[in-house]
Structures are given as structure tokens and as C-alpha cells.
């Protein structure tokens, strides 16, 4: 049974920084992309970074988030630095692996991330 289960989030200060992690069961972890994404009030689940063998992020949070994984611990990281209001979200895991039968995805219940003074 895949398992994804997200913890860190908060609430925080512009400027300030937070760490979320992310523990994973029941697959291959170091087969697999894991990936953060965020969805804030009235608006579409977005996509902010990802990481196999590489890392991308979207623009908006370039140079100051980090993604990152360790495999012996089955976890993924997001690093948030220098946090700005409009990071503020939902921030949901998700792993992915491809099969014969197609893509596989699932999710973590996600973690609310609030930048506010």
C-alpha cells in the first residue's frame, strides 16, 4: 500500500523559511519522481518542482526552494526559503513511476503552508 505522508508546514513569516518532508511506503522510492505541488485558495493545483536524477522548479520559486531526496530514508524534502505571501497553499507529495500499464500517481493529504506577518 503506497503511503505518502507530508509534515512541516506552518505558519511563518515573510522572509522566513520552512523545511517540508515527505515519507514514503509501499514502492520503490528510488525508482520513482517525487514532486511537490501546492494549491492555494480558488486556484489550480500547480506543479513546483520535481526531482529524478535532475531538479526543476517553476519559475516562481527559483532560487529560493530546494528539492531534495534521500533515498535510504524514503523521504523528499522542499526546502523553502526567503517565503513570500503568495506561497502561501496546500502543499501535497506526490510520487510517480511508469508501468506497462501507464503512469502511476499518487498523493500525500497535504500540508498548509501559511506566510503571513
Known amino acids: 500500500q503506497v503511503q505518502l505522508v507530508e509534515s512541516g508546514g506552518g505558519l511563518v513569516q515573510p522572509g522566513g523559511s520552512l523545511r517540508l518532508s515527505c515519507a514514503a511506503s509501499?514502492?520503490?522510492?528510488?525508482?520513482?519522481?517525487m514532486s511537490w505541488y501546492r494549491q492555494a485558495p480558488g486556484k489550480e493545483r500547480e506543479l513546483v518542482a520535481v526531482?529524478?536524477?535532475?531538479?526543476n522548479y517553476v519559475d516562481s520559486v527559483k532560487g529560493r526552494f530546494t528539492i531534495s531526496r534521500d533515498n535510504g530514508k524514503n523521504t523528499v524534502y522542499l526546502q523553502m526559503n526567503s517565503l513570500k505571501p503568495e506561497d502561501t497553499a496546500v502543499y501535497y507529495c506526490?510520487?510517480?513511476?511508469?508501468?506497462?500499464?501507464?503512469?502511476?500517481?499518487?498523493w500525500g493529504q497535504g500540508t498548509q503552508v501559511t506566510v503571513s506577518s
Open positions: 506526490n510520487a510517480a513511476w511508469t508501468t506497462i500499464w501507464g503512469t502511476r500517481n499518487y
Open positions: 509501499g514502492f520503490t522510492f528510488s525508482s520513482s519522481a
Open positions: 526531482i529524478t536524477s535532475a531538479t
